[in-house]
Each structure stands twice: as C-alpha cells, then as structure tokens.
C-alpha cells in the first residue's frame, strides 16, 4: 500500500476502522497489511517515527501496530508520544517485535503498549488482537460518552505521580475551565487529596470528597479504585475519580430577587448563609474582608436585620417562599 494515500478510501465504507501500522521496511508486512485490507480496514502505513506520529495526529486511528525497532525514533518513544498526547491517548497500540525477552516486553508496556506481537507476524493473529483491542477501545469510549452524558465527569489518576491517564471530555473541560494548565497535568490540589484519601482507604477511613469553589462554581472530586484493582494493591496503580460541577448562581439569583438585593450583596449573604466568614467570602470574591463588610452592611439595611444569623434565617425563608407553587 502507498502511505502517501489521502486519508479517505473511497473502496472502504465511511465508518471502516482505521489502522495505522507503522515499521520502517514495509515489504516486511505487506501480506499484513493486504490481509487487514480485506478484512474492510482502512489502512495507513508509515516507515518511521516522525511520520507516524503526524500521520496519528492527521488520521486519528482506531488502533496502531508499531514495530518496535527502527532506525531514528523506534516504536517505545513514539508510543510514549502518543499517550502523552490527548488526541491520541485512548487509541490502542499493539507492538509488533522481534523482541521477545521480558525486559522488551515490559518495555513495551511501559511506554503504553496495549499488547504485543511477535515476528514473524501471523495475519490472522493480528487480525483476532485488532478486533478485540478495537472492541475494547469503542467499549471504553462509549462509557465514557455515556458518563458525560449523565453529568458524571470521569478521569483517571496514576498515584505515583498524579498523571491523568484519560479522561472524558466533560472532565477535560471542566479542569480546564477551574483550573487551567496542560490537559495531562492534575491540579497539586486534587494531587494532594488523592495521595491523603488513598492512605486514609487503605486505612478502612470513612471516605471524603474534595470540594473546589470558583466564585459561585464548585466542583467536586470522589475517589474509586479502579474496577480490576484492589484497596490493598493500588498503591503503585490508578484511581477512577468522578467530578460534578454545582453552579450556585441560580441560587444566589434567587436570594437576589426575593430579598431585593444587588448581585453582589445576594452573592455575600449567600456565603453567609453557607457559614463562610467575611476573610473566606473575600478570598471567594476576589475582594478584601473591608469590602465585604461594607456589602453586609448594605444587606442588614435592606434586609432590616442586625446580625448574620438574622440576616441567613430571613434569606432561607424568603427564598423558600418564592419556591412555593
């Protein structure tokens, strides 16, 4: 097959897999690559590193079978640059090497290898492994979708060093919107919590959630093991974290409209009402305490109360009230 082939194949159906194989001598896998055509694959070749990697980004394969070792960038880095990266993290690679000793094995996993293959290659070996390993991959994204769907953002954290490891796309978004950063990097905060609440797990501690407010948004992080793992054996391993996003400004429109308040005097004495002093509500608000203070002020006038306590009942009670059909 020529590599230099524009990405569509009019031979093939519009939702055919795509499979990029990738070895420096490809007379070496052309009954492979004949064989993966027949079987209704969209094939891609490339013959180094480079270019399989700008072929991976252009293409976004289904799945990738990289030889091992190649003259240049051989297969262990370019498959840590591709789980590096997020638009190609999730797609599966299944090495194909001459190397079968442990130390080439582990290697290959290491550099996030899903699997691996021997040569000479078998065809309808490599068939079978592509078939389950795209199986698994469009099992895993459409749970993912389905997580997203329903509200639950969803990521997983390698303990070791706090990597995320994938996550959905209501996750990435999330975190980036709270937190900005690099898409693979985790927040130090939820880092921190992670490493406590896995200790506090393994210990038989009940379990906490994290909690994260921006202004009148917060998020919020439970830990799970993952499915396949223990409590006890995931110390080195990863950890299933689901997010769910509150938006308190419906809320505090509401205090807003039922004790006739300006937005920020509603956004104060919803804070009030959550047990926050006037130093948490300044650091929340991007304000000084003096500030606030001043706001407060303004809502025991308005509200013709003189302490906060007076002025969080009246608040509860008047927006129970306007809830009322």
Known sequence: MNPDLPDTDLRLPANADVVLVVDDVPDNIAPLVDALEEAGYAVRVAT???????????????????????????????????????????????????????????????????????????????LARV????????????????????????????????????????????????????????????????????????????????????GARRITFTLHPMPEETLEDSGDGEWLIVMRESDDAAVIAAVALACTLTAREAEVLYWVVKGKTNRDIGDILGTSPRTITKH?????????????????????SRVKELARP
């Not at 990697?53 to 003259?71: G, H, S, T």
Request: glycine share 8%; hydrophobic share 50%.
């Open 131 to 214: 078939a389950t390993h795209l199986q698994a991959a469009r099992t895993q994204r459409q749970a993912r979708l389905a997580l997203d769907a329903f509200g639950h953002a969803t990521l997983v954290v390698r303990e070791r060093d706090g990597r995320r490891i994938w996550q959905t796309a209501l996750a990435r978004k999330l975190l980036g919107e709270h937190f900005g950063g690099a898409e693979t990097v985790t927040p130090p905060e939820v880092i921190a919590w992670v490493a406590r609440e896995s200790l506090r797990r393994r210990a038989g501690a009940d379990p906490l959630s994290l909690t994260v407010a921006r």
């Open 48 to 126: 180094g590193g480079e270019a399989a990697l700008q072929l991976a980004a252009r293409a976004q394969p289904d799945i990738v079978l990289l030889d091992a070792v190649m003259p240049g960038m051989d297969g262990f880095e370019v498959a840590r640059r591709l789980t590096a990266d997020e638009a190609t993290a999730a797609i599966p690679i299944v090495f194909m090497t001459g190397l079968a000793e442990t130390e080439h094995v582990v290697a290959a996993f290491a550099a996030g290898g899903t699997d691996y293959v021997t040569k000479p290659i078998k065809p309808r070996e490599v």
């Open 296 to 316: 407060l002020e303004h809502v025991f006038e308005k509200l013709g109360v003189e302490t906060r306590t007076a002025a969080a009942a009246l608040a509860l």
